[in-house]
């Protein structure tokens, strides 16, 4: 074989396989991308279903306060205390789902936290911006529920 031979065997080559590369690489971006809005919406869908326990709970717990105001018998379907509740009473009065989510929290950051990682400037600064984007998230659902 001679060296035009050999180039024009190779350069196809490696046309076709940097086509294959980038082709993968928008895959995964894709995928990331489409990973990352599922989980916003799932989390907004969690939010959405929190939200209507919680109002569901506050009329359940007004119309036995009416009842009894009325001196109605309450019966087990309106009591809030039968009814399964997210903020029950837990630890010095918070709520469980309030403990826990302050423990998951605080696990989060000290295993996330960006000065965690011991890599280059590139990965430090990812980090960061990823770290950033999940606390202020996890910020917010703390404010929501206080």
């Not at 490696?14 to 809005?37: C, D, F, P, T, W």
């Not at 929290?105 to 600064?125: C, I, M, T, W």
Request: charged share 35%; with cysteine; hydrophobic share 35%.
């Amino acid at each position: 074989m001679t060296g035009i031979d050999l180039f024009a065997f190779i350069v196809p080559l490696l046309i076709l396989m940097l086509g294959v590369y980038i082709v993968r690489q928008a895959r995964r971006s894709r995928e990331s991308e489409l990973n990352y809005k599922l989980r916003k919406c799932q989390i907004a869908l969690d939010d959405a279903e929190q939200s209507l326990d919680n109002t569901v709970y506050y009329y359940k717990s007004e119309i036995r306060r009416l009842k009894s105001r009325l001196g109605e018998a309450v019966d087990d379907e309106t009591d809030p205390v039968a009814a399964p509740h997210h903020g029950a009473p837990g630890v010095n009065g918070r709520s469980v789902q309030d403990v826990k989510f302050r423990q998951a929290k605080n696990a989060f950051a000290r295993l996330y936290h960006p000065d965690q990682v011991s890599g280059d400037d590139r990965e430090k600064r990812l980090r960061v911006e990823m770290f950033k984007e999940f606390w202020d998230e996890l910020e917010r659902i703390d404010r929501r529920n206080p």
